[in-house]
Protein backbone atom coordinates (compact mmCIF):
# COMPACT_ATOMS: atom_id res chain seq x y z
CA UNK A 1 0.00 0.00 0.00
CA UNK A 2 0.79 3.74 -0.83
CA UNK A 3 2.45 5.55 2.15
CA UNK A 4 1.47 8.82 1.08
CA UNK A 5 -2.05 10.62 1.32
CA UNK A 6 -2.95 13.54 -1.05
CA UNK A 7 -5.56 15.24 -1.83
CA UNK A 8 -7.74 13.97 -5.11
CA UNK A 9 -7.67 17.33 -7.01
CA UNK A 10 -6.88 20.51 -7.08
CA UNK A 11 -6.90 23.94 -9.23
CA UNK A 12 -4.37 26.58 -9.53
CA UNK A 13 -4.60 29.43 -12.40
CA UNK A 14 -2.52 29.67 -15.14
CA UNK A 15 0.72 32.27 -14.02
CA UNK A 16 1.09 31.86 -10.28
CA UNK A 17 2.00 28.69 -7.63
CA UNK A 18 0.79 25.42 -7.71
CA UNK A 19 1.57 24.58 -3.83
CA UNK A 20 0.98 20.68 -3.85
CA UNK A 21 1.19 18.76 -0.29
CA UNK A 22 1.16 15.27 0.56
CA UNK A 23 1.27 13.22 4.39
CA UNK A 24 3.41 10.46 4.81
CA UNK A 25 3.56 10.17 8.45
CA UNK A 26 4.96 6.57 9.15
CA UNK A 27 7.91 7.29 7.05
CA UNK A 28 10.83 5.92 8.21
CA UNK A 29 14.40 7.98 8.22
CA UNK A 30 15.80 6.63 5.28
CA UNK A 31 13.54 6.71 2.86
CA UNK A 32 12.87 9.42 0.09
CA UNK A 33 10.12 11.26 -1.46
CA UNK A 34 9.85 11.01 -4.81
CA UNK A 35 7.23 12.98 -6.87
CA UNK A 36 6.21 11.92 -10.76
CA UNK A 37 3.41 13.45 -12.50
CA UNK A 38 1.46 12.14 -15.08
CA UNK A 39 0.34 13.59 -18.12
CA UNK A 40 -2.73 11.50 -19.81
CA UNK A 41 -1.95 8.23 -20.34
CA UNK A 42 2.21 9.36 -20.92
CA UNK A 43 4.77 7.64 -18.78
CA UNK A 44 5.00 8.77 -15.46
CA UNK A 45 7.55 11.73 -15.53
CA UNK A 46 10.13 12.22 -12.84
CA UNK A 47 9.95 15.71 -10.81
CA UNK A 48 12.07 16.35 -7.69
CA UNK A 49 12.93 13.86 -4.93
CA UNK A 50 14.53 14.51 -1.26
CA UNK A 51 15.37 12.99 1.59
CA UNK A 52 15.46 15.74 4.28
CA UNK A 53 16.52 19.07 3.03
CA UNK A 54 14.61 21.39 1.01
CA UNK A 55 15.62 21.03 -2.78
CA UNK A 56 15.08 22.67 -5.88
CA UNK A 57 15.64 22.05 -9.84
CA UNK A 58 14.58 23.39 -13.30
CA UNK A 59 10.66 22.31 -12.76
CA UNK A 60 9.46 22.73 -8.47
CA UNK A 61 10.66 22.88 -5.13
CA UNK A 62 10.52 19.69 -2.84
CA UNK A 63 9.74 21.49 0.55
CA UNK A 64 10.14 18.49 3.44
CA UNK A 65 8.77 19.02 7.31
CA UNK A 66 11.39 18.91 9.76
CA UNK A 67 9.95 15.54 11.52
CA UNK A 68 9.24 14.75 7.41
CA UNK A 69 5.97 13.70 8.15
CA UNK A 70 4.61 15.60 5.26
CA UNK A 71 6.13 17.66 2.46
CA UNK A 72 5.21 20.23 -0.47
CA UNK A 73 5.75 19.93 -4.41
CA UNK A 74 5.70 23.83 -5.33
CA UNK A 75 5.59 24.63 -9.17
CA UNK A 76 6.78 28.17 -8.79
CA UNK A 77 5.32 29.76 -12.45
CA UNK A 78 2.35 27.07 -13.58
CA UNK A 79 1.29 26.73 -16.87
CA UNK A 80 -1.56 25.03 -18.50
CA UNK A 81 1.13 22.39 -19.93
CA UNK A 82 1.51 21.44 -15.91
CA UNK A 83 -2.35 19.88 -15.71
CA UNK A 84 -1.76 16.10 -14.98
CA UNK A 85 -1.86 13.94 -11.91
CA UNK A 86 0.98 14.12 -9.26
CA UNK A 87 2.09 11.50 -7.53
CA UNK A 88 3.66 11.72 -4.24
CA UNK A 89 5.75 8.42 -3.04
CA UNK A 90 7.81 7.34 -0.48
CA UNK A 91 10.49 4.93 -1.52
CA UNK A 92 10.40 1.63 0.03
CA UNK A 93 13.14 -0.80 0.51
CA UNK A 94 12.82 -4.26 1.36
CA UNK A 95 13.53 -7.50 0.56
CA UNK A 96 16.94 -6.52 -1.24
CA UNK A 97 14.52 -3.86 -3.72
CA UNK A 98 13.20 -0.83 -3.88
CA UNK A 99 10.36 0.24 -5.63
CA UNK A 100 7.98 3.18 -5.76
CA UNK A 101 4.51 2.53 -4.58
CA UNK A 102 1.86 4.76 -6.52
CA UNK A 103 -1.04 5.91 -4.44
CA UNK A 104 -3.88 7.47 -6.51
CA UNK A 105 -2.47 10.92 -6.64
CA UNK A 106 -3.68 14.34 -6.97
CA UNK A 107 -5.06 15.83 -10.16
CA UNK A 108 -3.85 19.25 -10.61
CA UNK A 109 -5.97 21.55 -13.36
CA UNK A 110 -4.03 24.47 -14.50
CA UNK A 111 -6.93 27.06 -15.47
CA UNK A 112 -6.36 30.28 -18.08
CA UNK B 1 12.64 11.83 -23.38
CA UNK B 2 13.48 9.32 -20.29
CA UNK B 3 15.73 6.66 -22.09
CA UNK B 4 13.66 3.70 -21.33
CA UNK B 5 12.61 2.03 -24.32
CA UNK B 6 9.19 0.21 -24.33
CA UNK B 7 7.94 -1.36 -27.75
CA UNK B 8 5.61 -2.23 -29.15
CA UNK B 9 3.39 0.69 -28.42
CA UNK B 10 0.56 -0.42 -29.27
CA UNK B 11 -0.91 -4.01 -29.28
CA UNK B 12 -4.46 -5.54 -30.53
CA UNK B 13 -5.00 -9.24 -29.27
CA UNK B 14 -7.29 -11.94 -28.90
CA UNK B 15 -8.42 -13.69 -25.55
CA UNK B 16 -6.28 -16.52 -25.19
CA UNK B 17 -3.18 -15.86 -27.10
CA UNK B 18 0.41 -14.62 -26.03
CA UNK B 19 2.13 -11.80 -26.06
CA UNK B 20 5.95 -10.16 -25.07
CA UNK B 21 6.70 -6.55 -24.42
CA UNK B 22 10.14 -5.27 -24.41
CA UNK B 23 12.08 -2.95 -22.45
CA UNK B 24 15.11 -1.30 -23.04
CA UNK B 25 16.79 0.72 -19.89
CA UNK B 26 18.90 3.35 -19.69
CA UNK B 27 21.65 3.02 -20.53
CA UNK B 28 24.19 1.55 -17.65
CA UNK B 29 21.03 1.45 -15.58
CA UNK B 30 21.33 -2.39 -13.94
CA UNK B 31 17.31 -2.22 -12.61
CA UNK B 32 14.38 -2.89 -14.00
CA UNK B 33 10.88 -2.42 -12.67
CA UNK B 34 7.51 -3.50 -14.79
CA UNK B 35 3.87 -1.97 -13.82
CA UNK B 36 0.52 -1.98 -15.00
CA UNK B 37 -2.06 0.60 -15.27
CA UNK B 38 -5.45 -0.48 -15.87
CA UNK B 39 -8.30 2.32 -15.78
CA UNK B 40 -9.47 1.14 -12.86
CA UNK B 41 -6.50 0.32 -10.89
CA UNK B 42 -3.71 3.05 -11.53
CA UNK B 43 0.08 2.33 -11.52
CA UNK B 44 0.28 -1.05 -9.71
CA UNK B 45 3.92 -2.73 -9.54
CA UNK B 46 4.44 -6.26 -10.75
CA UNK B 47 8.11 -7.14 -10.64
CA UNK B 48 11.59 -5.88 -10.78
CA UNK B 49 14.99 -7.46 -11.74
CA UNK B 50 18.16 -6.22 -11.36
CA UNK B 51 21.50 -6.99 -12.99
CA UNK B 52 19.34 -9.98 -14.15
CA UNK B 53 18.00 -11.15 -11.14
CA UNK B 54 14.48 -11.17 -9.99
CA UNK B 55 14.33 -9.21 -6.66
CA UNK B 56 11.08 -8.58 -6.22
CA UNK B 57 7.13 -9.37 -6.89
CA UNK B 58 3.85 -7.71 -6.74
CA UNK B 59 0.81 -7.82 -7.97
CA UNK B 60 1.88 -10.36 -10.74
CA UNK B 61 -0.56 -13.01 -11.86
CA UNK B 62 0.51 -16.66 -12.62
CA UNK B 63 0.09 -16.35 -16.18
CA UNK B 64 2.45 -13.18 -16.47
CA UNK B 65 6.06 -13.51 -16.32
CA UNK B 66 9.47 -11.00 -16.47
CA UNK B 67 12.88 -11.93 -17.72
CA UNK B 68 16.27 -9.62 -17.47
CA UNK B 69 18.69 -10.64 -19.98
CA UNK B 70 22.68 -10.57 -19.78
CA UNK B 71 22.54 -7.26 -22.07
CA UNK B 72 19.84 -5.68 -19.49
CA UNK B 73 16.93 -5.57 -21.45
CA UNK B 74 13.56 -7.05 -20.05
CA UNK B 75 10.72 -8.66 -21.48
CA UNK B 76 7.37 -9.42 -19.80
CA UNK B 77 5.80 -12.21 -21.16
CA UNK B 78 1.73 -12.04 -20.53
CA UNK B 79 0.05 -15.16 -21.54
CA UNK B 80 -3.46 -16.52 -21.57
CA UNK B 81 -5.01 -13.07 -22.04
CA UNK B 82 -8.49 -11.90 -21.02
CA UNK B 83 -10.51 -9.35 -21.53
CA UNK B 84 -8.87 -7.53 -17.99
CA UNK B 85 -5.52 -7.55 -19.00
CA UNK B 86 -6.34 -4.47 -21.19
CA UNK B 87 -4.02 -1.80 -19.97
CA UNK B 88 -0.77 0.11 -20.33
CA UNK B 89 2.09 -1.70 -19.03
CA UNK B 90 5.20 0.21 -18.04
CA UNK B 91 8.82 -0.46 -17.97
CA UNK B 92 10.84 1.55 -15.77
CA UNK B 93 14.81 1.55 -14.79
CA UNK B 94 17.48 2.64 -12.76
CA UNK B 95 20.79 2.70 -12.00
CA UNK B 96 21.37 1.04 -8.96
CA UNK B 97 19.68 -0.70 -5.78
CA UNK B 98 19.30 0.39 -2.10
CA UNK B 99 17.31 3.47 -1.24
CA UNK B 100 20.37 5.86 -2.27
CA UNK B 101 18.08 8.01 -3.66
CA UNK B 102 18.88 7.39 -7.21
CA UNK B 103 16.23 8.02 -9.99
CA UNK B 104 13.66 5.71 -11.88
CA UNK B 105 12.86 6.58 -14.98
CA UNK B 106 9.67 5.39 -17.26
CA UNK B 107 9.03 4.66 -20.79
CA UNK B 108 6.44 5.58 -22.42
CA UNK B 109 4.77 2.17 -22.17
CA UNK B 110 2.48 -0.66 -24.30
CA UNK B 111 -0.72 0.04 -24.85
CA UNK B 112 -2.71 -3.60 -24.59
CA UNK B 113 -5.73 -4.01 -25.96
CA UNK B 114 -7.29 -7.53 -25.66
CA UNK B 115 -10.70 -7.91 -27.59
Known amino acids: DAKTTQPPSMDCAEGRAANLPCNHS???????VYWYRQIHSQGPQYIIH???NNETNEMASLIITEDRKSSTLILPHATLRDTAVYYCIVRVEEGGSEKLVFGKGTKLTVNP | DSGVTQTPKHLITATGQRVTLRCSPRSGDLSVYWYQQSLDQGLQFLIHYYNGEERAKGNILERFSAQQFPDLHSELNLSSLELGDSALYFCASSVALGNSGNTIYFGEGSWLTVV
Open chain 1, 26 to 32: TISGNEY
Open chain 1, 50 to 52: GLK
